[in-house]
């Protein structure tokens, strides 16, 4: 069921597919929270860019962090850019070679990024660290004034954005739903494995890391 919200702005307005629109936060929010990386879009003298990068939300914001030396970010802090994130839920098999589709759950963003300083930025690093496994942050080694020094955070809001979803069986048309052919979905999912102990590491998993699998 696609959200009744109206795009925010006339470029996030999804044409395509329409129905499959979604422009409700929470929908914004929870394709974000399940990503670990993102796609960043744009454009400087040497032409068109698309990089990917590590990536958390905090409230209404996307954070992406990087050398103080990196391209993508000083090109982020001079302009717009688009931010793409996709998962794959399952392959949609038709009987028809053109219906044949995917079930998937995608965002854009459209914006510019800023530069979060000071104690907001050593606190959005922290929020990372905890996104990538809840509980690590108070087991590593905490960050120095030189390793923040050399580091770059920044945010974007997303106030201009749109979502794309499609769940469910192939849209066959009517004369072809007699075609012998099988139809229905190949689901996706991504997989936690057992972790890979570190050879020099002889301490026991923490629990944060022993629930990785079970989740």
Not at 68 to 97: F, P, Q, W, Y
Not at 194 to 207: I, N, S
């Amino acid at each position: 069921m696609n959200d009744t919200a109206s795009a925010p702005s006339a470029r996030t307005r999804v044409r395509r597919v329409a129905t499959n629109a979604h422009y409700h936060s929470t929908t914004l929010h929870a394709i974000i929270d399940d990503a670990y990386l993102c796609h960043i879009a744009f454009g400087d003298a040497s032409g068109a860019h698309c990089i990917p990068t590590a990536c958390w939300r905090e409230g209404d914001y996307l954070y992406i962090h990087g050398s103080n030396g990196s391209r993508m970010l000083k090109r982020l802090m001079d302009g717009e850019c688009c931010v793409t994130i996709t998962h794959l839920d399952g392959l949609v098999l038709a009987r028809s070679a053109f219906s044949h589709s995917m079930n998937y759950r995608s965002a854009m963003i459209y914006g510019r990024f800023e530069v979060v300083e000071g104690a907001d930025a050593r606190h959005a690093m922290e929020a990372f660290m905890e996104k990538l496994l809840p509980g690590r942050q108070a087991d590593v080694r905490p960050g120095s004034d030189k390793e923040y020094a050399a580091t770059t955070v920044m945010r974007i809001p997303l106030a201009e954005a749109a979502c794309k979803v499609r769940t469910g069986p192939p849209n066959d048309d009517e004369e072809d739903l007699g075609w012998p052919a099988w139809a229905g979905v190949l689901p996706f999912a991504r997989a936690h494995l057992p972790p890979v102990a570190d050879a020099a590491c002889t301490l026991e998993a923490p629990a944060y890391v022993r629930r990785w699998q079970q989740e």
